[in-house]
């Protein structure tokens, strides 16, 4: 069987490589080779960019695994996994033909914050009382098709994706989305972890507390 011979990896070099660099190696990188030891001090400034993205990769890659070790085995006293934040998926979009407000391209409801109701408690008109009969209605719709959903299994993610549709079927643009840059058309909180928690990619399990929080606007 004949020798593989490997050639010198300095740019116009081309020599028979006689070394291998041992952090390469190390760190289990494509292995390098170099004629000499002249070649590989000429080459080294380039070179040691090559460990450097490597050690980045080798920590995220480290990071990743102690998360999901942590995630898998940390409890809680009654034996419940403990939460942990999922993967956010990213930021649903709404058909241009419903109304928005105001805070849906910049994330700042300027209207309320200028609205004297801010400071006083509002007394709804006739007309605006019907409107908001009619929206709690379309709310409470949505509240029960969400709660309907939640299973063990099932995302909070996949959740809010549900509540999204739901929300446009109806007309309606779900008010949790991009209000002060909230990523997601509703609030899911997990055992109480957190309130107005953002829906991500973290499965429930059995005996789960799940609180979810839904809002229209039309």
């Not at 040691?48 to 006293?77: C, F, N, Q, W, Y």
């Not at 930021?91 to 200028?114: A, C, F, L, N, W």
Request: charged content about 25%.
């Amino acid at each position: 069987m004949a020798a593989v011979v490997h050639l010198c990896s300095t740019p116009g070099c081309g020599k028979q490589a006689k070394m291998q660099c041992p952090t390469c190696v190390k760190l289990g990188l494509p292995p390098a080779y170099f004629c000499e030891q002249t070649c590989f001090k000429k080459s080294w400034g380039k070179h040691k960019a090559v460990h450097e993205e490597g050690k980045k990769e080798d920590l995220s890659s480290t990071v990743a695994e102690l998360t999901k070790m942590i995630a898998d085995t940390a409890r809680t006293p009654d034996g419940r996994k403990r939460v942990f934040p999922g993967t956010i998926s990213p930021m649903r979009t709404v058909p241009p033909h419903i109304v928005r407000p105001d805070y849906t391209e910049t994330g700042k409801p300027i209207s309320e914050i200028e609205s004297k109701r801010q400071h006083i408690i509002p007394v709804l008109t006739t007309e605006e009382q019907e409107i908001m009969a009619k929206v709690c209605r379309l709310g409470r719709e949505v509240l029960d098709i969400a709660h309907r959903a939640i299973r063990p299994g099932i995302t909070t993610d996949e959740i809010d994706r549900i509540v999204h549709g739901a929300c446009i079927e109806r007309e309606c643009y779900p008010s949790p989305l991009n209000y002060y840059n909230f990523p997601k058309s509703v609030c899911t909180s997990v055992n109480e972890v957190i309130c107005h928690g953002i829906p991500d990619s973290r499965e429930l399990e059995e005996s789960d507390i799940v609180h979810v929080d839904i809002s229209l606007y039309k």
